[in-house]
């Protein structure tokens, strides 16, 4: 069976750091992969989906960036942290029609 | 703009009655429509979804119905139970047969199942 992992659960971090997310799945191959952002009583926002190793189409403009180093393995990545970048992070694997979601990142910037 | 509205932030009901969870959409382009559950501090999981073509799917205590016409589905959970409550979203995907796929997601809807 499939299983995705995000680490790490919670991060804490300072205004102006850099941020490195990684999300792996496992029994799958090739797998359609997707981050998504939760703010605080928002909706999930698409950041960033990838269809293929090293292919990344970017949903939203903003200082994050996404990278797909190996088929399944996706990685949310920022050079410098903004206090609105703050959230719940949640990375993705599309089945066939549904999308299956990873435990998550909580992401504070303080 | 927002493309799927889910315009009730909280819905509360007793345990044994039904939950109706609501949600309109704007694109017509959009073909597959789904209902996730999300507890706090965990990832949403997927519960039931439905095609553009039919009108209702039903899987369990939970229902779907879909109003093309209306561009309106709601999620109905019959019998509720407390461990129902949690938020739930609705999202529609337009292109559910390409490779590009991606799914646009309400805001979600808390519901309180009391008991």
């Known amino acids: 069976s499939q299983t995705i992992h995000q680490w790490p659960a919670t991060l804490v971090q300072p205004v102006g750091s850099p941020l490195s997310l990684e999300c792996t799945v496992e029994?799958?191959?090739?797998?359609?992969l997707y981050w998504y952002r939760q703010a605080a009583g928002r909706g999930l926002q698409l950041l960033f989906y990838s269809v293929g190793i090293g292919q990344i189409s970017s949903e939203v403009p903003q200082n994050l960036s996404a990278s797909r180093p190996q088929d399944r393995q996706f990685i949310l990545s920022s050079k410098k942290l903004l206090l609105s970048d703050s959230g719940f992070y949640l990375c993705?694997?599309?089945?066939?029609?549904?999308?299956?979601f990873g435990p998550g990142t909580r992401l504070t910037v303080t | 703009d927002q493309q799927v509205k889910q315009n009730s932030p909280s819905l509360s009901v007793q345990e044994g009655r039904i939950s109706i969870l609501n949600c309109d959409y704007t694109?017509?382009?959009?073909?597959?429509f789904l209902w996730y559950k999300k507890y706090p501090a965990e990832g949403p999981t997927f519960l039931i979804s439905?095609?553009?073509?039919?009108d209702k799917n039903e899987d369990g205590r939970f229902t779907v119905f879909l109003n093309k016409s209306a561009k309106h589905l709601s999620l109905h959970i019959v019998p509720s139970q407390p461990g129902d409550s949690a938020v739930y979203f609705c999202a529609a995907s337009g292109n559910s047969g390409g490779s590009n796929y991606k799914l646009t997601f309400g805001k979600g809807t808390l519901l309180t199942v009391n008991p």
């Open positions: 029994g799958t191959s090739n797998p359609n």
């Open positions: 439905i095609s553009s073509i039919k």
């Open positions: 993705a694997w599309r089945g066939h029609y549904e999308q299956y």
């Open positions: 694109n017509s382009m959009f073909d597959y």
